[in-house]
């Protein structure tokens, strides 16, 4: 009686990197929407898990700010606010400051925060500091909405420049991400980035016209204050809220713009390069 010896064809599936300028696969990314929008809502319920009073955190961190900051900058310094109360002046900057700030602090550690996931299965790294972006965009909603209350307390009515607010917003957005996948890529090799990161963000507040107008700013430097990508963010947002009575400094806005162009650009070419390292080194 003769035996079959049956040997199975075993088949490779090999996934090599995308080329291109930076490397990202938008139809792969496509195709993991799925798990996006699961860890979207998850990164969301986490954020204010076991909290006693949830997500209303999101409405008092922002609104103290803007007090604090009332009182310490309109108040006692009595810097100028271009003729509109000052709680308005400051809450149009902590919106685009807080979904800055939230997103990198999260977006950073992201990677690591996911390390079971990446040395296990294969999805798109891309994929996990994207959600922090997405998620923070919770807060800023939340805030969006005090806003429109400030703005109807305090009789301000906002002009058709309003229209141009989603462009700015994704100035922040781009902005955001950009820093994010930089500091996320290298918080994986070098985990002082961790450590840095929250000094980073405070010391980001102060040199950012969060508090105060860019008007105190003098003229010979505003444009290479500019540097600072959320001045322009930060402008803009004023600019298409506040109506006439705030100016938009055009050249450091383009400036600011082209900052988060080579920004978001760059960071997405180094995560895309150090991507394949994840698994090793977490």
Same mark, same amino acid.
């Given at each position: 009686m003769g035996t079959t010896n049956s040997n199975p064809i075993l088949k490779e599936r090999i996934i090599r990197p995308k080329r291109g300028l930076v490397g990202i696969d938008f139809a792969e990314l496509w195709r993991y929407r799925e798990l996006f929008l699961f860890l979207t809502w998850r990164n969301i319920i986490i954020r204010y898990k076991q909290t006693a009073?949830?997500?209303?955190w999101a409405f008092i961190r922002p609104v103290m700010m803007m007090i604090v900051f009332s009182i310490i900058f309109g108040k006692i310094a009595k810097l100028p606010s271009d003729g509109l109360p000052y709680p308005i002046?400051?809450?149009?900057?902590?919106?685009?400051?807080?979904?800055?700030? +939230?997103?990198?602090?999260?977006? +950073?550690?992201?990677?690591?925060?996911?390390s079971n996931m990446v040395s296990k299965i294969y999805f798109?790294?891309?994929?996990?500091?994207?959600?922090?972006?997405?998620?923070?965009?919770?807060?800023f909603l939340i805030?969006?909405?005090?806003?429109?209350?400030?703005?109807?307390?305090?009789?301000?009515?906002?002009?058709?420049?309003?229209?141009?607010?989603?462009?700015?917003?994704?100035?922040?957005l781009f902005s955001s991400f950009g820093i994010s996948l930089w500091f996320s890529a290298l918080n994986v090799k070098y985990r002082d980035v961790q450590q840095a990161v929250p000094f980073l963000v405070q010391f980001g507040l102060y040199i950012s016209p969060v508090a105060f107008?860019?008007?105190?700013?003098?003229?010979?430097?505003?444009?290479?204050?500019?540097?600072?990508?959320?001045?322009?963010?930060?402008?803009?947002?004023?600019?298409?809220?506040?109506?006439?009575?705030?100016?938009?400094?055009?050249?450091?806005?383009?400036?600011?713009?082209?900052?988060?162009?080579?920004?978001?650009?760059?960071?997405?070419?180094?995560?895309?390069?150090?991507?394949?390292?994840?698994a090793d080194i977490i």
């Open positions: 009073i949830g997500i209303v002046l400051t809450f149009t900057a902590l919106l685009p400051w807080q979904f800055f700030s +939230s997103s990198l602090t999260r977006g +950073s550690a992201s990677v690591i925060g996911s798109p790294r891309l994929v996990i500091p994207s959600t922090e972006v997405s998620a923070a965009m919770v807060d805030s969006f909405v005090i806003l429109i209350g400030l703005m109807f307390y305090y009789r301000v009515v906002p002009t058709v420049q309003v229209f141009w607010l989603p462009l700015f917003f994704l100035l922040a107008s860019t008007s105190v700013v003098p003229e010979r430097f505003r444009f290479l204050y500019s540097l600072n990508p959320m001045v322009g963010v930060i402008d803009g947002f004023r600019w298409a809220l506040l109506g006439q009575k705030v100016s938009l400094y055009y050249p450091g806005l383009a400036l600011s713009s082209a900052m988060v162009l080579i920004i978001l650009v760059s960071g997405a070419f180094y995560f895309k390069k150090m991507e394949r390292t994840f």
